[in-house]
């Protein structure tokens, strides 16, 4: 599997950098050069259940087939970026209490990593590295600033600040998902028990609850146009709004309304550049019709709510690369970790 057109390593300007994503379903590493172009790019399964050590033995693995389809060996790569979900402890290089993650615990996954691949590794949160990603080579690189929201099951986030990454003191810097945008005691329930996070409103999970919920308020005529309540999904109903259904198309509206609000939050306590969307939940992307209108209703709501210092100049944009932002977000880490190795 391959991300998209690779690099040609005669063209490539080294250092060269590996970056790996992992997930609770696959790894991601990839082989980037000093420029952010992809060399190579290696897909595994994480087969999580066979534990965090064997977990350590593939990511090498995957290093190790980037590297040779990007034509070097891994002892040629200046730096490895690893990047997971989870709760962490970054400076200590710990993976602490993953949920998609069982069994990997109190793990030490960066010295582990860096024992398997023979080379230094730099660790991070993973959507902290999608936005350093995005920002390094992506819908960001004109920005000195910007926020990264990525919106999927959950919604995660990452934040640069005139070029560095804010990882925070107890290395959760980002949690963007967990902004409480509503404080009444009814409020939505988020995925971690909290009440009234911006991830119960405007994830995939969260979206389909709504859905589910404002379905039962439609005559039965209208609700079979729908499909069965099980199938909701965010595609689903992106599906059906373009096919011109009102109530679909309110409810990512609704969305863009929710997203606005926190978005103003963001604003007025950072005062990015640029916010940028990633994640699947983008309606089609600007050039839809419904993620046009997905995205000038997060504008409009942004505009009514904030300064307008700060309304008025905010780029708002989605993200451009896609899945490929975790393990080149990670390489960018690696690269930066790499830059102050040199200069001590």
Not at 47 to 75: D, F, H, K, S
Not at 168 to 181: C, P
Not at 237 to 264: D, K, W
Request: charged share 15%; glycine share 14%; aromatic share 6%.
């Amino acid at each position: 599997m391959v991300p998209r057109d690779l690099y040609p390593l005669s063209s490539a300007e080294p250092p060269f950098f590996v970056g790996i994503d992992l997930g609770g379903t696959n790894i991601k590493s990839g082989v980037v050069d000093n420029q952010g172009q992809i060399l190579g790019y290696a897909h595994l399964e994480s087969e999580v259940e066979r534990g965090p050590e064997a977990g350590a033995q593939r990511m090498a693995r995957a290093a190790c087939e980037a590297t040779e389809q990007a034509g070097i060996a891994l002892t040629d790569a200046a730096h490895v970026g690893l990047v997971t979900p989870g709760t962490m402890d970054i400076a200590s290089g710990m993976l602490l209490e993953p949920p998609n993650l069982p069994g990997w615990s109190h793990f030490p996954i960066r010295d582990r990593v860096s024992h398997h691949t023979g080379l230094p590794v730099a660790y991070a949160n993973d959507a902290n590295a999608a936005a350093y990603g995005e920002f390094w080579v992506g819908s960001g690189a004109a920005y000195s600033s910007m926020v990264l929201l990525t919106l999927g099951t959950g919604v995660g986030g990452g934040i640069i600040t005139d070029g560095q990454l804010l990882d925070g003191a107890n290395s959760h810097g980002g949690e963007i998902g967990h902004m409480i945008i509503e404080a009444g005691r009814d409020a939505r329930l988020c995925a971690c028990g909290g009440r009234g996070h911006l991830e119960a409103y405007c994830s995939a999970t969260g979206l389909t609850a709504r859905a589910i919920e404002a379905l039962q308020t439609l005559p039965e005529s209208e609700r079979s146009l729908l499909g069965p309540e099980a199938d909701l999904t965010p595609l689903v109903l992106h599906r059906v709004a373009e096919a011109g259904n009102a109530f679909a198309e309110e409810l990512i509206l609704e969305t863009a309304r929710y997203l606005g609000t926190g978005i103003t939050t963001l604003l007025h306590i950072l005062d990015p550049s640029a916010v940028i969307l990633g994640g699947a939940m983008n309606f089609g992307g600007v050039n839809n019709p419904v993620g046009k209108k997905f995205l000038t209703a997060i504008v409009h709501e942004i505009q009514t709510r904030a300064l307008p210092v700060l309304s008025g100049k905010l780029s708002l944009h989605f993200a451009s690369l896609g899945g490929d932002a975790g393990f080149i977000g990670a390489a960018g880490i690696a690269r930066l970790a790499h830059a102050q190795h040199e200069h001590q």
